[in-house]
């Protein structure tokens, strides 16, 4: 399907190009893109070759909008917690395999 510039709200990506999307739309860079997108593809793109940019392509349009990486380590950060070394230890001295009764 060709993709118009004005089309975009109606785009639906799938597979590796939705958190790339999902990333744009958070961000309020639709327009950014389609005005980007508009100038590379002057006669439309297809949601198949839109999809492949979102997806393969995600570091060059996060750059070409503006998008920092931040948000992506902040998120990394959240996900992962310290503990000392004796807080593991605790944790792995606690471990009991499951025993079938």
């Known amino acids: ?27 309020n860079k639709v327009k950014a893109l389609e005005q980007q997108l508009e100038e590379l593809y002057p006669d439309g793109i297809d949601d198949g070759t839109l999809n492949d940019i979102l997806w393969f392509e995600e570091d ?3 750059e070409m909008l503006g998008i920092s990486e931040e948000e992506d380590e902040e998120n990394d950060d959240e996900e992962t917690e310290d503990i000392s070394f004796e807080e593991a230890l605790k944790i792995v001295q606690s471990w009991k395999p499951e025993t079938k009764e």
Do not use: H
């Open 60 to 62: 060059w349009v996060f």
């Open 1 to 27: 399907m060709k993709l118009t510039f004005d089309s975009l709200k109606n785009y639906t990506p799938w597979q590796g190009a939705i958190e790339t999307w999902e990333r744009i739309k958070r961000e």
